[in-house]
C-alpha cells in the first residue's frame, strides 16, 4: 500500500505555483509503556471527567477552549479556527530564499518529504533544480493542525524536504549554560593534539551505522523478565579522573588507549 499523504498543498513562489504533498520523513521507534495497577496488574484507563458535574463526558462532548478569564472559555469551532488561518491552510508562501548554511541546526523541527501532485511535476522540478543550483532554501509558513509552522524547503535525494523551523522566541538563551570561567586556556599542544584525534576519528557520515541499543536493552530486559528471569542493574562505571592533565589525556588517547 503507497504511503498516505499528511497534507496536499501549493508552494508559492513569485507567480510560480508548485502543487505538493507532504509525507512524514520520520517514524517514531521509541519503546511504549502501558500504565497498570501496581496491586493487580490492571490497565490504567485516562477517563474524560467534567470537574463541574463530577461525571465521565463521552468523546463528542468535548470540545476545545481558550481561557479568556478564570474558569472562562471561549470555544471555536474548526470553520472559525480555519478562518484565522486564512490561506495558509492550503499554500505554503515563499518569503524569503536563504543559504542553506545560514540556518543554524538548533532551527530545525519535524521534517517531511515533498511529492509532486498532478498537473505539477514541471514546477516541481523547476523550484528542486533552483534550489540545488543556488544552494538555497526557501523560507515560508503554513499552518497544520491548528498551528502556523515557519518552514524551510531545501532540496534532498531527487527531490525536496520540507523541515518545521522553531520561532526565535522558542529558542532558550544560551546565556543559562555553564561555561569554562578559568582564566587557564588549552595550550597551543593540547589544541592540536585535540585536532589530530579529531582526524583520526573523521569519516563520512553514515546514519545507518548507528542503532538504539538502549531500546533494544530495554526489549532484552522485557523479554528475559517475562521468562521470569531475575534483572539486575550493572555497577555504574565511574570514568578515570586524571584531574586536569589534558595532555596525558590526549596522548593516551592518540595512542589508542582511553
Known amino acids: 500500500m503507497p504511503p498516505r499523504s499528511v497534507w496536499n498543498g501549493t508552494i508559492s513562489f513569485g507567480a510560480v505555483h508548485v502543487p505538493i504533498k507532504l509525507y512524514s520523513a520520520t517514524q517514531s521507534q521509541s519503546i511504549s509503556f502501558t500504565e497498570v495497577h501496581l496491586e493487580d496488574g490492571a490497565k490504567i484507563e485516562h477517563r474524560r471527567f467534567c470537574t463541574k458535574e463530577e461525571t465521565e463526558v463521552p468523546y463528542e462532548e468535548v470540545v476545545r477552549g481558550f481561557e479568556v478569564s478564570s474558569g472562562r472559555y471561549v470555544v471555536l469551532e474548526k470553520e472559525e479556527a480555519d478562518a484565522a488561518a486564512g490561506d495558509r491552510t492550503r499554500i505554503v508562501e515563499v518569503e524569503h530564499f536563504v543559504p542553506v548554511g545560514d540556518i543554524d541546526p538548533v532551527f530545525y523541527d519535524k ?8 498537473g505539477g511535476e514541471d514546477a516541481y522540478r523547476l523550484l528542486r533544480d533552483a534550489l540545488r543550483k543556488s544552494e538555497k532554501a526557501a ?4 499552518t497544520f493542525h491548528n498551528r502556523e509552522y515557519l518552514v524551510a524547503i531545501r532540496p534532498y535525494a531527487d527531490g525536496l524536504a520540507m ?3 522553531r520561532f526565535a522566541d522558542e529558542i532558550g538563551g544560551s546565556d543559562v549554560v555553564d561555561r ?3 582564566a587557564r586556556k588549552p595550550s597551543d599542544k593540547e589544541v592540536k593534539m585535540a585536532e589530530r584525534l579529531v582526524e583520526t576519528l ?16 530495554v526489549l ?15 555497577e555504574e562505571d565511574e570514568p ?3 584531574g586536569d592533565d589534558l595532555a596525558a589525556a590526549l596522548e593516551a588517547s592518540l595512542s589508542g588507549g582511553r
Open 111 to 118: 521534517p517531511y518529504y515533498v511529492g509532486a501532485r498532478d
Open 139 to 142: 523560507i515560508g509558513r503554513f
Open 163 to 165: 523541515h518545521t523551523l
Open 180 to 182: 569554562p570561567t578559568g
Open 202 to 217: 573523521h569519516e563520512p557520515f553514515k546514519p545507518e551505522r548507528y542503532e538504539d541499543t538502549y531500546r533494544d536493552a
Open 220 to 234: 532484552d530486559v522485557v523479554k528475559r523478565k517475562a521468562a521470569g528471569k531475575p534483572i539486575e542493574a550493572p
Open 240 to 242: 578515570d579522573d586524571d
